[in-house]
């Protein structure tokens, strides 16, 4: 089973810029990769995600323009979140994740929307504060 291993959060003050990295273990096992976050007390929500046979990239509404997605060049098994201007409400813990298996372009999406890919790592906090 693929393993997904996230570095890069932190602490940074409203407006600030953090880029999350995640390591795919065997990216040949699926091609459906992204991000979702959980606050204290609340449940998942969907980042964005990232079709890598496509290259076709998903975003849910409340990070769309502040975040991108994108995997690395030169080593496919890296995929990066950069997160810029970021809100209070962009806090908590983000998770790399990705489908256990193959998707669809639209399915790739719908499960970016729903952050309900299949399996996780095991997070990395960012906390941004005003």
């Known amino acids: 089973q693929v393993q997904l291993v996230e570095s890069g959060g932190g602490s940074v003050q409203t407006g600030g810029s953090l880029t999350l990295s995640c390591t795919v273990s065997?990216?040949?096992?699926?091609?459906?990769v992204g991000w979702f976050r959980q606050a204290p007390g609340l449940g998942r929500k969907g980042v964005a995600g990232?079709?890598?046979?496509?290259?076709?990239?998903?975003y849910v509404d409340s990070v769309r323009g502040r975040f991108t997605i994108t995997q690395d060049n030169d080593n496919a098994n890296t995929i990066y979140l950069q997160m810029n201007n970021l809100k209070p409400e962009d806090t908590g813990t983000y998770y790399c994740?990705?489908?256990?298996?193959?998707?669809?372009?639209?399915?790739?999406?719908?499960?970016?929307?729903?952050?309900?890919?299949?399996?996780w790592g095991q997070g990395t906090q960012v906390t941004v504060s005003s």
């Open positions: 990232i079709h890598t046979e496509k290259n076709a990239v998903f």
């Open positions: 994740a990705a489908t256990p298996g193959n998707r669809t372009p639209g399915g790739c999406r719908v499960v970016t929307l729903r952050a309900d890919f299949g399996v």
């Open positions: 065997d990216i040949s096992s699926t091609n459906c």
